[in-house]
């Protein structure tokens, strides 16, 4: 059988040479100008770096020693890991044991970083003599649930593991962050849109690495274990945390990775890096292709392993690491410890596999002959139930949010006070922008025009002396969401992104217009992440006289994506290093956020930096406060009239049922109660009010049933069911009548083209938490479109949506677990395919609207920067990310905002409020600043 398959074997190599079949799912069936643009451009920067492969850069052993430390520094870079977290005590604990048929698992968990726990499997023979070879396996994406608890990916690996101990091995197999028992996140940029994953420098195949270089330190802490003999093997994603840690770790002594490498090629052009989540790549910010990585293995015994049909690990891609590996090999006079095993067969955990990789450690880890019989094959035979770690969470695990913390931003600096302490700060902010951020690798002789990457630049002549750039996102390309967030993460694997691109072209424009007009001074105009951009391309560009920036991000946690970008600074010193030679005019400003550049203009007497306020208070009034709690506003203006509503009670939850109050005034200056609307034996709560397409008033409120008598203070909550009711003109209301949604509560409808659409949520209970999307032609019955899933467990709730004049809808929601900040989504019609951003803030209670003259700007209950107590706040939405601009007098029980642009820039807010005592009705009117266009 041995002589079969190695036969086998060479007769696939041979064939090898032919190009996978790989469809490239981002080819589109009717492709722009934009489009064929970034394919091509993307196609050029692979082609740029194959050219300095190692093929060709490196040609004798002494080539390829001279640099290996060099390499190996760069990798560590790439997964977040430079420099190297300190090694903390582990905190190993044995939590249970489970005894097989020649075999003793001891279930246990330890911690490669403080709270970062890591549940493992370690696998021994019952009876042990001596020290004995060790094997860390490490999984791939497998998802073992049982009565909604994860068991962990450990668990559906657990036959190699048996294999090993019943053959004299020690074994210890881990979870991963994405599917262990503690359930965290590999899909930051395919799924979730944290971008700022990036721009940080982190990856999770940086924790994956980090678990696995900790997970031996472990294995060479038990007596059982010989160190000198360590191998690690997995496959799919373990295959990839194999090489990581292997590329990087010399105690592993002998690697045999399964379907955890290809080409860039492979990944990019042809297009397998969509089959992938994010732990599978690190932040290329050096442009490398895969076989620099296997290459860092020699000279130790490596064998690659793949199957013939894996779509998202192609076999020619495998082989060329293969073979550009062996060609290191060689050089070290190594060759025979590199191997490559092809079985038959498709993306999946195969015996096939596994008699190759059991070989080869018998041959490496014990001093057996080549392809000796590995003996019988792997076999499954425990409960995943048997291999838990957990009983429960611990309390202070930061397992679920390592990527918020793994790889820390540069910190804050303190405000120069000398010219000579901010000659320091800028040298080493412009060192690392132009050698690290910037720095040119081969892919960046590759460049794009605008359009390419999505930018319209319109030049006009402000003046006979000036000329002003405008610049404008004008995405050219097809597809929805999904397909550009796969364009988004093709250049990141190149080690660039979009936005880099982008600056990239800025400043070729800037070039351009000195090398033709050299002496007529350049004025940049942009807006949101462009604004950002354009930072950059002054920096670094000289000859640009003045910028006008419109909402200015305000951090690169939220947008816009340079790699690694916060390992040195962040968009308030980049601000800082535009100001000291430019005019900068920042519109729509928050300027708390600004503090650190206006300081040292200040500080320094620069003069150039200018932040005109974003939104002003005109004056906020009390319109009721006649009951002993009133809450829950919302407010619109119908036929000449304004319209407020709200709760009335004598507590947040029932004592007595709550009721609805209609206030109504032709001014907003005098207010007078229009309508009481109550339901007998119903608390109702959380008005909203709404216009029909048939001109009438709807009234949507929730209705909770208590047990006992209304006005009792322990009562027990039963049951809760929207209800609706409706007027011809505020005064006059049906009676409630329940809507047809049962068991989740819809917060609020928004009507388009005579449609409602609402979200509706359920608490999370034994039927675990629920966030839905519903349409509704008459208010009453509604259709689910689609649940919605903002990101993983986040108990989503209270949500409004809005329609942007593109016919997008976006969807703002507050949230309860983890941060406990909003999300942001957006989606096309027929809005089932979601996009999500964090915002960054809290917002609860959430309103938004898009201003006819200042973009989107939303309220709701926060914490504003600075301020240690909850308020009502006010502020922008820039597409990704939240930004408080005002604080409205406010404290305590507080929030739950309607808005209504009043006239042009001016807003009208609802709001509750007890910071004066007892719970009030509040009105305010907010200026906003109109934003310049371009």
Same mark, same amino acid.
């Given at each position: 059988?041995?002589?079969?398959?190695?036969?086998?074997?060479?007769?696939?190599?041979?064939?090898?040479?032919?190009?996978?079949?790989?469809?490239?799912?981002?080819?589109?069936?009717?492709?722009?100008?934009?489009?064929?643009?970034?394919?091509?451009?993307?196609?050029?920067?692979?082609?740029?770096?194959?050219?300095?492969?190692?093929?060709?850069?490196?040609?004798?052993?002494?080539?390829?020693?001279?640099?290996?430390?060099?390499?190996?520094?760069?990798?560590?870079?790439?997964?977040?890991?430079?420099?190297?977290?300190?090694?903390?005590?582990?905190?190993?604990?044995?939590?249970?044991?489970?005894?097989? !048929?020649?075999?003793?698992?001891?279930?246990?968990?330890?911690?490669?970083?403080?709270?970062?726990?890591?549940?493992?499997?370690?696998?021994?023979?019952?009876?042990?003599?001596?020290?004995?070879?060790?094997?860390?396996?490490?999984?791939?994406?497998?998802?073992?649930?049982?009565?909604?608890?994860?068991?962990?990916?450990?668990?559906?690996?657990?036959?190699?593991?048996?294999?090993?101990?019943?053959?004299?091995?020690?074994?210890?197999?881990?979870?991963?962050?994405?599917?262990?028992?503690?359930?965290?996140?590999?899909?930051?940029?395919?799924?979730?849109?944290?971008?700022?994953w990036a721009s940080r420098g982190f990856t999770p195949a940086g924790v994956e690495a980090w678990n696995g270089i900790r997970a031996?330190?472990?294995?060479?802490?038990?007596?059982?274990?010989?160190?000198?003999?360590?191998?690690?093997?997995?496959?799919?994603?373990?295959?990839?945390?194999?090489?990581?840690?292997?590329?990087?770790?010399?105690?592993?002594?002998?690697?045999?990775?399964?379907?955890?490498?290809?080409?860039?090629?492979?990944?990019?052009?042809?297009?397998?890096?969509?089959?992938?989540?994010?732990?599978?790549?690190?932040?290329?910010?050096?442009?490398? !292709?895969?076989?620099?990585?296997?290459?860092?293995?020699?000279?130790?015994?490596?064998?690659?392993?793949?199957?013939?049909?894996?779509?998202?690990?192609?076999?020619?891609?495998?082989?060329?690491?293969?073979?550009?590996?062996?060609?290191?090999?060689?050089?070290?006079?190594?060759?025979?410890?590199?191997?490559?095993?092809?079985?038959?067969?498709?993306?999946?955990?195969?015996?096939?596999?596994?008699?190759?990789?059991?070989?080869?450690?018998?041959?490496?880890?014990?001093?057996?002959?080549?392809?000796?019989?590995?003996?019988?094959?792997?076999?499954?035979?425990?409960?995943?139930?048997?291999?838990?770690?957990?009983?429960?969470?611990?309390?202070?695990?930061?397992?679920?949010?390592?990527?918020?913390?793994?790889?820390?931003?540069?910190?804050?600096?303190?405000?120069?006070?000398?010219?000579?302490?901010?000659?320091?700060?800028?040298?080493?902010?412009?060192?690392?922008?132009?050698?690290?951020?910037?720095?040119?690798?081969?892919?960046?002789?590759?460049?794009?025009?605008?359009?390419?990457?999505?930018?319209?630049?319109?030049?006009?002549?402000?003046?006979?002396?000036?000329?002003?750039?405008?610049?404008?996102?004008?995405?050219?390309?097809?597809?929805?969401?999904?397909?550009?967030?796969?364009?988004?993460?093709?250049?990141?694997?190149?080690?660039?992104?979009?936005?880099?691109?982008?600056?990239?072209?800025?400043?070729?424009?800037?070039?351009?217009?000195?090398?033709?007009?050299?002496?007529?001074?350049?004025?940049?105009?942009?807006?949101?992440?462009?604004?950002?951009?354009?930072?950059?391309?002054?920096?670094?560009?000289?000859?640009?006289?003045?910028?006008d920036l419109t909402d200015l991000p305000e951090s690169h946690t939220t947008s816009p994506c340079l790699p690694g970008i916060l390992?040195?600074?962040?968009?308030?010193?980049?601000?800082?290093?535009?100001?000291?030679?430019?005019?900068?005019?920042?519109?729509?400003?928050?300027?708390?956020?600004?503090?650190?550049?206006?300081?040292?203009?200040?500080?320094?007497?620069?003069?150039?930096?200018?932040?005109?306020?974003?939104?002003?208070?005109?004056?906020?009034?009390?319109?009721?406060?006649?009951?002993?709690?009133?809450?829950?506003?919302?407010?619109?203006?119908?036929?000449?009239?304004?319209?407020?509503?709200?709760?009335?009670?004598?507590?947040?939850?029932?004592?007595?049922?709550?009721?609805?109050?209609?206030?109504?005034?032709?001014?907003?200056?005098?207010?007078?109660?229009?309508?009481?609307?109550?339901?007998?034996?119903?608390?109702?709560?959380?008005?909203?009010?709404?216009?029909?397409?048939?001109?009438?008033?709807?009234?949507?409120?929730?209705?909770?049933?208590?047990?006992?008598?209304?006005?009792?203070?322990?009562?027990?909550?039963?049951?809760?069911?929207?209800?609706?009711?409706?007027?011809?003109?505020?005064?006059?209301?049906?009676?409630?009548?329940?809507?047809?949604?049962?068991?989740?509560?819809?917060?609020?409808?928004?009507?388009?083209?005579?449609?409602?659409?609402?979200?509706?949520?359920?608490?999370?209970?034994?039927?675990?938490?629920?966030?839905?999307?519903?349409?509704?032609?008459?208010?009453?019955?509604y259709e689910k479109i689609t649940a919605l899933q903002p990101g993983g467990d986040a108990w989503p709730n209270e949500t409004t949506?809005?329609?942007?004049?593109?016919?997008?809808?976006?969807?703002?929601?507050?949230?309860?677990?983890?941060?406990?900040?909003?999300?942001?989504?957006?989606?096309?019609?027929?809005?089932?395919?979601?996009?999500?951003?964090?915002?960054?803030?809290?917002?609860?209670?959430?309103?938004?609207?898009?201003?006819?003259?200042?973009?989107?700007?939303?309220?709701?209950?926060?914490?504003?920067?600075? !301020?240690?107590?909850?308020?009502?706040?006010?502020?922008?939405?820039?597409?990704?990310?939240?930004?408080?601009?005002?604080?409205?007098?406010?404290?305590?029980?507080?929030?739950?905002?309607?808005?209504?642009?009043?006239?042009?820039?001016?807003?009208?807010?609802?709001?509750?409020?007890?910071?004066?005592?007892?719970?009030?009705?509040?009105?305010?009117?907010?200026?906003?600043?109109?934003?310049?266009?371009?």
């Amino acid at each position: 059988m041995k002589c079969v398959c190695s036969a086998l074997v060479v007769f696939c190599l041979l064939a090898v040479p032919g190009r996978a079949e790989v469809k490239p799912e981002w080819a589109m069936p009717e492709e722009t100008a934009a489009d064929r643009g970034l394919r091509a451009l993307v196609a050029g920067k692979v082609a740029a770096i194959e050219a300095q492969s190692l093929d060709h850069t490196v040609t004798t052993r002494a080539d390829w020693e001279d640099s290996r430390d060099q390499r190996r520094a760069e990798l560590r870079e790439m997964l977040g890991l430079h420099p190297e977290p300190p090694r903390t005590d582990l905190h190993p604990t044995v939590t249970g044991t489970v005894e097989g !048929d020649g075999f003793v698992v001891e279930n246990l968990h330890f911690q490669p970083m403080p709270r970062l726990y890591l549940a493992a499997n370690l696998y021994r023979p019952k009876t042990v003599t001596g020290r004995l070879p060790a094997v860390l396996y490490v999984c791939g994406h497998s998802h073992v649930e049982e009565n909604g608890v994860s068991l962990g990916n450990k668990t559906a690996y657990h036959h190699h593991g048996v294999w090993f101990a019943r053959h004299g091995y020690v074994c210890l197999i881990i979870d991963t962050v994405q599917w262990g028992e503690l359930v965290g996140h590999h899909h930051g940029t395919y799924r979730l849109g944290r971008w700022w994953w990036a721009s940080r420098g982190f990856t999770p195949a940086g924790v994956e690495a980090w678990n696995g270089i900790r997970a031996l330190d472990y294995l060479e802490s038990r007596p059982e274990v010989d160190r000198d003999r360590l191998g690690m093997t997995g496959r799919s994603g373990g295959g990839a945390y194999t090489w990581w840690v292997a590329a990087l770790d010399e105690r592993v002594k002998v690697a045999a990775p399964t379907a955890g490498i290809t080409s860039l090629r492979n990944h990019v052009v042809d297009g397998c890096l969509e089959g992938h989540c994010d732990c599978m790549f690190m932040n290329n910010i050096f442009q490398w !292709d895969f076989d620099r990585v296997a290459a860092l293995v020699a000279p130790r015994p490596l064998l690659i392993l793949n199957t013939d049909k894996d779509d998202i690990f192609p076999l020619d891609g495998v082989f060329s690491v293969y073979r550009s590996a062996r060609r290191i090999y060689s050089l070290l006079g190594a060759e025979d410890a590199i191997g490559l095993h092809i079985a038959e067969g498709p993306h999946e955990d195969m015996p096939p596999l596994h008699v190759g990789a059991f070989a080869w450690f018998e041959r490496f880890l014990k001093g057996g002959q080549r392809m000796d019989p590995p003996g019988e094959p792997a076999r499954k035979s425990l409960a995943p139930s048997q291999l838990r770690v957990f009983s429960s969470p611990p309390a202070d695990e930061r397992t679920t949010r390592i990527d918020e913390d793994f790889v820390t931003p540069a910190p804050a600096p303190e405000v120069p006070a000398t010219a000579a302490a901010w000659a320091a700060l800028r040298e080493t902010w412009m060192t690392a922008l132009r050698d690290r951020v910037f720095r040119p690798g081969p892919g960046d002789t590759v460049t794009a025009d605008a359009p390419t990457v999505g930018l319209r630049a319109s030049w006009t002549a402000t003046s006979p002396d000036e000329a002003t750039l405008a610049l404008a996102e004008a995405p050219g390309w097809t597809g929805d969401d999904r397909k550009h967030t796969q364009r988004r993460r093709r250049l990141l694997l190149l080690g660039t992104s979009l936005e880099r691109e982008q600056v990239s072209v800025i400043r070729e424009l800037i070039r351009d217009h000195h090398h033709t007009h050299p002496n007529r001074p350049l004025r940049l105009q942009a807006r949101g992440d462009l604004a950002a951009l354009a930072l950059y391309a002054a920096v670094l560009e000289p000859g640009v006289a003045r910028l006008d920036l419109t909402d200015l991000p305000e951090s690169h946690t939220t947008s816009p994506c340079l790699p690694g970008i916060l390992r040195f600074l962040d968009l308030p010193q980049t601000l800082a290093l535009a100001a000291e030679n430019h005019l900068i005019v920042v519109h729509g400003a928050r300027p708390a956020a600004w503090s650190f550049a206006t300081d040292t203009a200040r500080h320094l007497g620069w003069t150039t930096l200018q932040l005109p306020p974003a939104a002003e208070i005109i004056d906020v009034r009390r319109i009721s406060d006649t009951t002993a709690y009133c809450a829950f506003t919302d407010l619109i203006r119908h036929r000449d009239t304004w319209f407020c509503v709200f709760r009335e009670g004598d507590s947040h939850v029932p004592g007595i049922d709550g009721t609805i109050r209609v206030l109504s005034s032709t001014d907003g200056t005098r207010w007078s109660a229009a309508a009481h609307v109550s339901e007998t034996g119903i608390d109702l709560r959380d008005p909203k009010i709404s216009a029909t397409p048939d001109g009438r008033l709807m009234l949507l409120m929730g209705g909770s049933v208590y047990d006992g008598t209304s006005g009792q203070a322990s009562r027990q909550f039963v049951s809760a069911r929207g209800r609706v009711c409706f007027s011809p003109d505020g005064r006059t209301w049906s009676a409630p009548q329940p809507i047809s949604i049962e068991n989740e509560w819809l917060w609020r409808v928004t009507w388009n083209r005579n449609t409602a659409y609402g979200v509706s949520y359920r608490n999370r209970g034994e039927a675990g938490a629920a966030l839905n999307l519903w349409k509704s032609t008459d208010g009453v019955t509604y259709e689910k479109i689609t649940a919605l899933q903002p990101g993983g467990d986040a108990w989503p709730n209270e949500t409004t949506l809005r329609f942007d004049p593109d016919g997008s809808l976006l969807a703002l929601v507050r949230r309860e677990r983890d941060s406990r900040t909003a999300f942001l989504g957006r989606s096309r019609p027929p809005f089932t395919d979601w996009s999500w951003h964090d915002t960054g803030r809290m917002i609860q209670g959430p309103d938004f609207l898009r201003s006819s003259t200042a973009g989107w700007w939303y309220a709701g209950r926060d914490q504003p920067p600075g !301020d240690s107590a909850i308020r009502t706040v006010v502020g922008r939405l820039d597409g990704h990310s939240a930004q408080p601009v005002l604080t409205l007098p406010s404290g305590g029980d507080t929030s739950y905002p309607g808005i209504v642009e009043a006239a042009p820039g001016e807003l009208w807010i609802s709001y509750y409020s007890s910071h004066e005592g007892p719970a009030a009705i509040y009105l305010a009117r907010v200026r906003l600043a109109p934003t310049p266009k371009g």
